[in-house]
């Protein structure tokens, strides 16, 4: 049976609207990347859980893997927090932290797990994982939050503005780094091209 890819597209386009900025800490380098795949995971408003989906072609989905812990940030939409919030998206969601330390050039310290904390986002949830599915190109990770806190009140930012505000260069920088990422899961997917 073929599936209508158009249409399945369309009801799950746009289902997660915030952008999330994603941290971690493996053998004592902090890494990030963003996100359009965070999620609340629990339904005990005691015992918070958080979710992301990683793609394994990402440095941060084997640090996550490795280290068991990760920090979810939100990113502001106020005016004065603007700017921040897209450096933010643009360091960490532009290039590999293979290529270089991306967190060098963020304002951070450090959370209860070791793990690096963006102290120019709107807040975060850090999480100690408590179990991970993996579907091939990918791992969706579930963490008990240990720690949270809201550092920049106010509006939280969707990634429908923060699209429309970001530099040209950019989005082209983010287009080439897409690329291998898709080739990848493909790969991993389907199996090698013929
Ligand atoms: C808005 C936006 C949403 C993204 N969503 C995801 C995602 O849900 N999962 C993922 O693995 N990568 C996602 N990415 C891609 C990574 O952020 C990007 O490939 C990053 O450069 C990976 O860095 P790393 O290799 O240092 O981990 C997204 C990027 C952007 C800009």
């Given at each position: ?57 990402n440095k ?72 991970t599915l ?20 106010g509006q ?39």
């Amino acid at each position: 049976m073929s599936v209508d890819t158009d249409a399945a597209n369309k009801v799950l386009a746009g289902l997660r609207p915030f952008p999330v900025a994603v941290t971690t800490v493996d053998g004592g380098f902090g890494n990030g990347l963003m996100s359009l795949s965070a999620g609340s995971a629990s339904i005990i408003p005691e015992a918070p859980r958080a979710t992301i989906s990683l793609t394994k072609f990402n440095k941060t989905h084997d640090m996550v893997s490795n280290s068991g812990i990760f920090v979810m940030h939100m990113l502001s939409a106020e005016d004065d927090q603007l700017a921040k919030s897209l450096e933010i998206l643009m360091t960490l969601g532009g290039s590999s932290g293979r290529d270089g330390d991306k967190l060098s050039k963020l304002r951070t310290k450090t959370g209860v797990t070791g793990a690096p904390i963006l102290l120019d986002a709107h807040s975060y949830v850090e999480a100690r994982i408590a179990g991970t599915l993996d579907v091939q190109e990918s791992s969706i990770f579930v963490g008990d939050v240990v720690a949270a806190e809201i550092l920049n009140p106010g509006q939280r930012l969707k990634i429908n503005e923060a699209w429309g505000k970001l530099p040209e260069e950019w989005i082209a920088q983010y287009d080439a780094n897409h690329e291998p990422q898709l080739a990848n899961a493909r790969v991993r997917r389907f199996g090698q091209k013929v």
